[in-house]
T-cell receptor
Framework: SQQGEEDPQALSIQEGENATMNCSYKTSINNLQWYRQNSGRGLVHLILIRSNEREKHSGRLRVTLDTSKKSSSLLITASRAADTASYFCATDGETSGSRLTFGEGTQLTVNP | GAGVSQSPSNKVTEKGKDVELRCDPISGHTALYWYRQSLGQGLEFLIYFQGNSAPDKSGLPSDRFSAERTGGSVSTLTIQRTQQEDSAVYLC??????????????FGAGTRLSVL
């Protein structure tokens, strides 16, 4: 199965609400990243958290990492319609080198 | 250019034909990756080039798939004798690989391949 698994698979919220997406992985990692993909486009890097970090912020984004549970969460606060996209977590580790292993993604819909 | 460029953006081909997909990475990026994304799915790693090192081909699904990177820059992914299950979006990414925290990848918009 995939190294990264996101849940939920799909999330629909109203503008202004917070959105939380979760990611689990199986093997030891060096870094975990979150990417966004708008429909029909490539992926855009959002934020990277290292294995020795527990929380990181960037604007309206907050990422947490729990290496004991092999899980991460991405929180988007005060969501906007423009946040509608698919969100993927990606990991790299000692055995994978710099290649990234992606999860299946969460499809977020923010309704105006 | 400012970003990763892929061509063509769309490709329709008949089963059994060969196709070539092109990727122009960001200038100066030593690492180049190919991924495949089926509809509504995550990304499947195909192949990775890093500088002059031998490429990591461990993700190629069959010997019908091959890729090369000329002059450490432009890369071509070739699929021979295409099958319908090859239909997907093929994404290319480049980056400055190596070292902890240096593995942010920059993606092109992809080539949507449809095999009829």
């Amino acid at each position: 199965s995939q190294q990264g698994e996101e849940d939920p698979q799909a999330l629909s919220i109203q503008e202004g609400e917070n959105a939380t997406m979760n990611c689990s992985y199986k093997t030891s990692i060096n870094n975990l990243q979150w990417y966004r993909q708008n429909s029909g486009r490539g992926l855009v890097h959002l934020i990277l958290i290292r294995s020795n970090e527990r929380e990181k912020h960037s604007g309206r984004l907050r990422v947490t990492l729990d290496t004991s549970k092999k899980s991460s969460s991405l929180l988007i606060t005060a969501s906007r319609a423009a946040d509608t996209a698919s969100y993927f977590c990606a990991t790299d580790g000692e055995t994978s080198g710099s290649r990234l292993t992606f999860g299946e993604g969460t499809q977020l819909t923010v309704n105006p | 250019g400012a970003g990763v460029s892929q061509s063509p953006s769309n490709k329709v081909t008949e089963k059994g034909k060969d196709v070539e997909l092109r990727c122009d990475p960001i200038s100066g990026h030593t690492a180049l990756y190919w991924y495949r994304q089926s509809l509504g799915q995550g990304l499947e790693f195909l192949i990775y080039f890093q500088g002059n090192s031998a490429p990591d081909k461990s993700g190629l699904p069959s010997d019908r798939f091959s890729a090369e990177r000329t002059g450490g820059s432009v890369s071509t992914l070739t699929i021979q004798r295409t099958q319908q299950e090859d239909s997907a979006v093929y994404l290319c990414a480049s980056g400055i690989a190596g070292g902890r925290g240096k593995n942010i990848q920059y993606f092109g918009a992809g080539t949507r391949l449809s095999v009829l």
